[in-house]
């Protein structure tokens, strides 16, 4: 039996996160941020002054790839790194002035993807779309 890439759940979600990642690029790129980078953004809105291991255990992404990720964002402005009061070995990342006034823009550029992506869909379709999205990372998470 032949694979069926269109009858594949796990081949399309990987082809609607890249879809959904190209969608916020335009957006993105335009306000100085890479979709990449929008998951620490909003983790430092919703909680400034983090540390890198904190900041990994909330995104589940590999060290060298948020090393990597804040390394960016720190060359572009967005964040300040600062050494941590009581671990030498530990840095507490933080929002620069530019990092915290691109909140607004960025929610909106995300908003704008996310219903560029969900064009056609009844309000209904959307929000259980978006729930049996949230089962299927939960489930993702078990394995």
Do not use: C
């Not at 959904?20 to 909680?47: D, H, M, N, Y």
């Amino acid at each position: 039996m032949a694979f069926d890439r269109s009858q594949s759940a796990t081949y399309l979600a990987g082809q609607m996160a890249k879809s959904f990642a190209r969608s916020l690029q335009k957006r993105s790129t335009i306000l100085g941020f890479s979709p990449g980078q929008f998951p620490v953004l909003l983790e430092l809105w919703q909680q400034d002054g983090l540390t890198q291991k904190q900041l990994l255990d909330k995104l589940e992404v590999e060290q060298a790839t948020l090393a990597n990720t804040l390394a960016r964002m720190e060359r572009d402005g967005l964040i300040a790194r600062h050494p941590h009061p009581g671990d030498k070995r530990a840095q507490i990342i933080t929002l620069t002035e530019l990092g915290r006034d691109l909140e607004r823009q960025a929610l909106d550029a995300a908003a704008e993807a996310d219903a560029a992506m969900f064009q056609g869909f009844r309000r209904f379709e959307r929000e259980l779309m978006i729930e049996y999205m949230k089962v299927i990372i939960e489930n993702a998470r078990k394995l």
